[in-house]
């Protein structure tokens, strides 16, 4: 069936540094979508990608839709403490309606 | 406009007790997902209603557990009965028909002793 991957699985930053994390799969999808969850709480939506080769901002945050349909990056620029949390991609099963998810991508900062 | 709204926050059960966690979606929402995550398996889809019909129960661990959408505005998950292994953080998210983004709620900490 058809999977997410998603890397790195775990990032030490330092405020103030930009971030890049990546999702990939073997399917093509026609909807990318990414959510951050903090402690305690449910995933959040950030960015919904709907073409391929889209680029997309929401703030400090830009997402982009891969050219092959099988790849979506997200970026963070300038990180901040409460980027901490942990970075989901998810896109929908092409045979329902549900939704398929990344493992995630954990975000730290370096005190 | 209130976001999904789950309860408990957090429950605190005996093993072989029954569980019950409670959602309310956004309104005009037809699509309503209960999900599961732990460390180990991360985020897993039990089960998904449409217009408060179950479409897909395929991820219902076991016969332990049965979900219900008397209505447009609730939902339920229940645990009958509970084990430790159901111990784990319970989450409803909601979305419109023919968009796939899904609006989560905050989540029932589940924990079986």
């Known amino acids: 069936g058809q999977q997410l991957n998603q890397s790195p699985q775990s990032m030490f930053i330092q405020e103030g540094e930009d971030v890049s994390m990546n999702c990939t799969s073997s399917s093509i999808f026609n909807t990318w979508l990414w959510y951050k969850q903090d402690p305690g709480e449910g995933p959040v939506l950030l960015i919904a990608?709907?073409?391929a080769g889209e680029l997309t901002s929401n703030g400090r945050l830009t997402a982009q839709f891969g050219i092959t349909r099988k790849d979506s990056f997200l970026n963070i620029s300038a990180s901040i403490p409460s980027d901490v949390g942990i970075y989901f991609c998810?896109?929908?099963?092409?045979?329902?309606?549900?939704?398929?998810w990344g493992a995630g991508t954990k975000l730290i900062i370096k005190p | 406009d209130a976001g999904v709204i789950q309860s408990p926050r957090h429950e605190v059960t005996e093993m072989g007790q029954e569980v019950t966690l409670r959602c309310k979606p956004i309104?005009?929402?037809?699509?309503l997902f209960w999900y599961r995550q732990t460390m180990m398996r991360g985020l897993e889809l039990l089960i998904y209603f449409n217009n408060n019909v179950p479409i897909d129960d395929s991820g219902m661990p076991e016969d332990r557990f049965s979900a219900k959408m008397p209505n447009a505005s609730f939902s339920t998950l229940k645990i009958q009965p509970s084990e430790p292994r159901d111990s784990a953080v319970y989450f409803c998210?909601?979305?419109?028909?023919?968009?796939?983004?899904?609006?989560f709620g905050p989540g029932t900490r589940l924990t079986v002793t």
């Open positions: 990608l709907y073409k």
């Open positions: 998210a909601s979305s419109f028909v023919g968009v796939y983004e899904q609006y």
């Open positions: 309104s005009g929402h037809d699509y």
């Open positions: 998810a896109g929908p099963d092409d045979s329902n309606y549900q939704l398929i």
